[in-house]
């Protein structure tokens, strides 16, 4: 998520037999399907990245890997799915940076994304580039911070849901601009930036992945990305210090989750396969193309990192004064 320091649409699965045989030796698991749930609509940056890692997935352990997308209630109908499943390693969650954020950001979480889940894997991250309707005369971050300045109402920022990278972005723009711009969640990233395109909303922050291909099609006005270097896939895109707010980094990150108590073997195994499957040359320059790096990390790291990222995290929402929704 903050980068202040965490994709693409995979294509059909590939058979069973591309399976290592040393994999399918070590024991019984997997004997059947794995079902890797999606706790957001299809089409955006977790969706896809999802779909990536199911396909590395069914190359490496040789079993069918099935990804369900089961949207609805900022992430939890998802995620509950599958701590409701048995903790075997055959349902298991596809979401990303925003998961661990759960009980920071709803005010009756149904279950702790930290205590509950365990992280198979961190999968890879991205960064967020701020968009804008095009329609709108504004063109630069000064510009759009002045006119929603003197006529507030005539502004909206969208944002996937509530404790995404975006939203956390958002939140710190306005703190940093003293904009103080609605923020209004959707349902994903495909429902806000069609509203942003149409002008049902102003702004969105989101990953490169979904952003750049409508600001190429000039469905959306790129303003600036959130990296501390401009990217080669859009030149012209100025870095957000370029644009007035120096020091402004944010990433998505993606990952992969089963329930706590699914045996440590298994959540291993499962982690070695996407490590190598992700660190495969043709998968990471199909990544870096879209603006995207892998991630690699044991259990135990990813771990680490999700709990300095919530503490980290957690601390924005608390000075922005945000309340649970």
Do not use: C
Request: glycine share 10%; no cysteine.
């Amino acid at each position: 998520m903050i980068g202040r320091r965490g994709i693409l649409a995979a294509g059909g699965g590939m058979a069973a037999g591309l399976a290592a045989p040393s994999v399918r030796a070590q024991g019984a698991w997997p004997a059947r399907p794995i079902r890797m749930i999606v706790p957001y609509t299809p089409g955006a940056a977790t969706d896809a990245m999802a779909r990536l890692s199911a396909q590395k997935l069914q190359e490496r352990l040789g079993v069918t890997v099935v990804v369900e997308n089961r949207a609805g209630a900022n992430g939890a109908i998802g995620s509950q799915a599958v701590l409701q499943a048995a903790p075997d390693g055959y349902t298991i969650l596809a979401s990303a940076s925003i998961h661990p954020m759960a009980r920071h950001v709803m005010k009756a979480a149904p279950y702790d994304p930290v205590k509950d889940f365990i992280p198979l894997a961190r999968t890879a991250r991205g960064p967020l580039v701020l968009v804008m309707n095009p329609a709108l005369p504004q063109r630069t971050i000064p510009e759009v911070v002045a006119a929603a300045k003197a006529d507030p109402r005539r502004w909206t920022f969208a944002t996937s849901s509530l404790g995404a990278a975006g939203h956390l972005a958002t939140i710190e723009f306005n703190r940093l601009t003293g904009a103080a711009i609605e923020i209004v969640g959707y349902r994903g990233s495909a429902p806000a930036l069609t509203d942003v395109a149409a002008g049902n909303a102003q702004l969105m922050f989101d990953p490169v992945l979904s952003t750049l291909p409508l600001v190429r099609g000039g469905q959306l006005r790129g303003l600036a990305i959130a990296t501390t270097a401009r990217t080669s896939l859009a030149p012209d895109l100025p870095t957000a210090a370029e644009a007035g707010l120096p020091g402004f980094e944010f990433y998505s990150w993606y990952g992969v989750w089963g329930p706590r108590a699914m045996p440590r073997e298994i959540a291993d195994r499962i982690n070695a396969a996407l490590v190598a499957g992700l660190r495969e040359p043709a998968v990471v320059q199909r990544l870096t193309g879209l603006g995207f790096e892998p991630v690699a990390e044991t259990v135990a790291e990813a771990e680490a990192f999700i709990e300095a990222d919530v503490a980290r995290n957690a601390e924005l929402l608390r000075i922005a004064n945000f309340q649970p929704q």
